[in-house]
C-alpha cells in the first residue's frame, strides 16, 4: 500500500497519549487474594497487560486495563473496560477472596471481568497467544478455564481468537471498532461473520452491510481474490453444532504476530512484518477506484450530493456561530467518521466536527454558520466541505441575471397586481405576531409559557431536514415530524402542505388559539415558523403517539387497561370543559376524535388539532356557518345539516369517543348483521335489553362494572339527536366524578341506524359530504 496511507495510520495511533509505564515484571500470572503490580508479562515477552492512562485534557484522565503488544505498543489489542473508563489513576486489578476478577477504583462500583458463583481457588494468566485467562484449580491437579479475554475481543484479531458464533449460548465473537484515536470506546463499525450467510464475514457500520468477504470455497473467500487476508493470514472455517467460527493461527516460532485491526473509520489495518498494510477500506468506493468485487457495498447518497462531495471536505481550526448547528444527541455515539456520514446525507450541511476533545460526538452545521479560523492548535478541527473556485458561475449567473430580471420583474408586478385585486392577504410572521398580542419572542430568551419564533433553520436541523426516519404521520394539514432542538428538548412539528385542504386560515386559527389557551389536558404550543412559502407549527412532543394507535390495534390495545380508558375519558372532559366555559375564549373544537387526542409518557390525554375551532362570543350559545369541517361519525346532525355550531357539537363528539374508548371499537363500523348499526346504534340496542357491559372491549379482564356502566351511559346521554337533550360538559364531569348522581335515561341517539326503529329524518344528500376514513374535512358547503 501507498506510504502515504501508512503514515496516516500511524499518526493517528501516536494520538492515543501513553504515560511513561513503569519497568516491565516477569510476572506472569496473578493469583487468589493478590493485585496487579506494574505488568502482567506473557512468558514469551510479546504481550504486556498495564493499566494505561489516557489524558483527554490536562483535568481529564481516564484509566483502561488493557494488553499491549511489546513489537507495536502504540494502541491496546485488547481493553478491558473500553466503555467503562476510570477517572483518574486509582486503578487495581485484584483477584478476590472468593476467586472473583474484578477492578477496584476510587469513586465507584467495582468492574467485574468475571464473578463467581461461589468461593473457589482461582488464577490468572497472561498467555503467549495474548489470550488473559482465569482458571479454576481443580482438586486433581488440572485447571479449568472460566473466562479469558479471547471472548471479548475489542478492536483487534489475534491468531488464535474466533470470528462466529457459540450456538449453544449465543454469544458472538466479533470486532467492535474504537470510537477514535483518543477513545478506545466501542464504535459504529463491527467485523464477524455474517448472521445471514455464516460461511462469509462482513463489516457493518451501524447494522448496515459495509463490506463482505464472499463466501468462503475451497479454502478461500471468494470475492478477495489476490488479497493478503487469503494469502498472508492462514484463516481456517469451523462449523459444528456447539459453534460456528473463522479463525487464524500462525507458525509457533514466529517471532512477530500478524494481526488485523478494525479501525474507528472502518478500515482493516494488518501489522505483519514489522510493517502495517492496509488490509480492506471501502472509504474510495464511492468515487470509482474500489469495485464491488473487492466486497465493498455502495453507500447511499442524497440526489443533491456526488459521488467526489465525500472528499471534498477540508479541516480547518478555529471557531464557529451556533447558526444554523444541529447537535446529535450523546447516546448515538458517534464517530467522526459518522458525523461525516451524517453531513453528506443532508443536502444542506456544510461542515461538521466532533463535538469532545476525544474526537466522539457530533455537530453539524448549514451555511449559514459564521467561522472564524485561527492557527492555535487548541481549536478543534472542523470539517468544511470545499465547494472549490466557481468564479465562472457567477459570471454566468451576473449575465443571465442582467438578461431575465426585467421580465421576472413584469411577470411579478402582474402577479401582485392580480391577487391585490381579488384582496387576498398572505399571512406573515409580522401579522401573526400582531394578532398574538405580543405573546410571540424570537427562539432567543426562553420563556416556560412564551409563543416562539423558530428560524426555519431550526427546524429543519431540529427534524434531520425533514427525514423520511423522523417522519411520525400525515393529516389534513400535511405532514407531522419528530424533531430534536440543540437542548435536547423533543418537539413535534406539523408543515403545512402545499396541496393541503386546510390551509392559511388553518394554519392561523390554530397558532393564534392555542396561544392563548392553557390547560393540562391540551396540547402545548411551542412556537411557529413563516418562511417563504414554509408554513410550521412547533408543539410540544407526545411520546405515545395518539389514542387510535392503541385503542384500534388489536395487539396494542392491552396497554390500555380500564384504569387508563377512564383516566382519559375523565382528562379529555376536563379539556372541553376548560374550552367551553373556563378558558378566555369559548372555544368548539369542532374534529374532536381518537386520533386527535395525543398521549404523553404517563397516558394522560391531551386535545390536539384546532385548526377547524370555531370561537363564539362569552354570552353566545350558538352560530351558523357556511363553512362544515369535521370528520364522519363524529358530526353531530345539526351541525352536519344547517351548519348549527354550539358546544353541544363536541358533546355529540364526546359521547362518540366514550363509546369508542370503551368498545375499542371505531363508530363507523358495522356491528349487527341484520341491521348494520354503526357502534352508536349497537350500544343503544344493548343498553335497551339491559345488555350494556356486552359493548365493554373483551380484552378488558379488570374493571368496575358500575363504572363501565355510567361511562356508557354517559356516552348514550351526550349523541342524542336533539342538542336540547345532551348535557353539558359540566354535567359531564360531575355525571363522570359523581357516583351517586342519578342520571337521566338516554333518548334514542342520532344517525341510528335500526330500520325496525324511528329514525330521524336525515336526507342523503348530506351523508354523502362527509369525510371518510378517519380524515377531517376542510370545506364543504350547507345546503
Partial sequence: MASAAISLILLSFSCFILFTRPAASQNTTIVQGEQLKGELSANNGMFILRFQATAITE??????????????????????NRDS???????????????????????????????????????????????????????????????????????????????????????????????????????????????????????????????????????????????????????????????????????????????LRMDSEGDLVGFRSNSYYQEVSCSLFDAGTVTPEDGCVQQKLPECRSPEDIFKFRAHAGYISYNGLFEYSVSENLTLQDCKAKCLSSCSCAAYASKYKDGTGCEIWSSTAGFRRTNSDDQRQIYFIDKGNKWWLWLTIAVGGFAIIPPVFSFCYALWTKHKEKGWKKVDQKTLLHELGG????????????????????????????????????????????????????????????????????????????????????????????????????????PNK???????????????????????????????????????????HRDLKASNILLDEEMNPKISDFGMARILGLKESEANTNRIVGTYGYMSPEYAMNGIVSI?????????????IVSGKKNNGGYHSEHLLNLIGYAWQLWNEGRGLDLLDPILKEFCPQNVLRCIHVGLLCVQYHATDRPTMSDVVSMLSNETMQLPEPKQPAFFMNTAAEEPDIPESHSDNCSINQISISIMEAR
Avoid at 59 to 80: G, H, K, M, Q
Avoid at 520 to 537: A, H, M, S, Y
Avoid at 572 to 581: E, R, V
Fill in 648 to 660: 353541544k357539537v363536541d358533546v355529540f363528539s364526546f359521547g362518540v369517543l366514550v363509546l369508542e
Fill in 59 to 80: 483535568t481529564d484522565i481516564r484509566s483502561y486495563l488493557a494488553i499491549f503488544y511489546t513489537y507495536e505498543n502504540r494502541y491496546p489489542v485488547w481493553v478491558a
Fill in 546 to 588: 395518539s389514542l387510535d394507535f392503541y385503542l384500534f390495534d388489536s395487539s396494542k390495545k392491552s396497554i390500555l387497561d380500564w384504569k387508563k380508558r377512564f383516566n382519559i375519558i375523565e382528562g379529555i372532559a376536563q379539556g372541553l370543559l376548560y374550552l367551553h366555559k373556563y378558558s378566555r375564549l369559548r372555544v368548539i
Fill in 85 to 259: 473508563p476510570i477517572l483518574g489513576t486509582s486503578a487495581i486489578l485484584i483477584i478476590d477472596t472468593n476467586g472473583s476478577l474484578k477492578i477496584l477504583h476510587d469513586g465507584g462500583e467495582p468492574i467485574f471481568l468475571y464473578k463467581v458463583e461461589r468461593p473457589c481457588n482461582t488464577s490468572a494468566t497472561l498467555e503467549d497467544s495474548g489470550n488473559f485467562v482465569l482458571y479454576q484449580a481443580n482438586p486433581d491437579g488440572s485447571k479449568q478455564v472460566l473466562w479469558q479475554s479471547f471472548d471479548y475481543p475489542t478492536d483487534t484479531l489475534l491468531p488464535g481468537m474466533k470470528l462466529g458464533i457459540d450456538l449453544r449460548t449465543r454469544h458472538k465473537w466479533l470486532l467492535t471498532s474504537s470510537r477514535s484515536s483518543m477513545s478506545p470506546a466501542s464504535g459504529s463499525f463491527t467485523f464477524g461473520v455474517d448472521p445471514n450467510v455464516t460461511n462469509q464475514l462482513v463489516i457493518r457500520w451501524l447494522g448496515d452491510g459495509y463490506w463482505t468477504s464472499g463466501p468462503w470455497q475451497r479454502g478461500r473467500f471468494n470475492l478477495l481474490k489476490d488479497s493478503s487476508l487469503n494469502e498472508i493470514y492462514k484463516f481456517r472455517y469451523i462449523s459444528n453444532e456447539n459453534e460456528t467460527y473463522f479463525n487464524y493461527s500462525v507458525n509457533t516460532a514466529t517471532s512477530i504476530f500478524p494481526m
Fill in 439 to 542: 405573546n410571540a419572542t424570537e427562539r432567543q430568551e426562553e420563556g416556560e409559557n412564551e409563543l416562539h419564533v423558530f428560524s426555519f433553520e431550526i427546524i429543519a436541523t431540529a427534524t434531520n431536514y425533514f427525514s423520511t426516519a423522523n417522519k411520525l404521520g400525515r393529516g389534513g394539514f400535511g405532514p407531522v415530524y419528530k424533531g430534536r432542538l440543540t437542548d435536547g428538548r423533543e418537539i413535534a412539528i406539523k408543515r403545512l402542505s402545499t396541496t393541503s385542504g386546510q390551509g392559511l386560515v388553518e394554519f392561523k386559527n390554530e397558532a393564534i388559539l392555542i396561544a392563548k389557551l392553557q390547560h393540562t389536558n391540551l396540547v402545548r404550543l411551542l412556537g411557529f415558523c413563516i418562511q417563504g412559502d414554509e408554513k410550521i407549527l412547533v408543539y410540544e412532543y407526545m
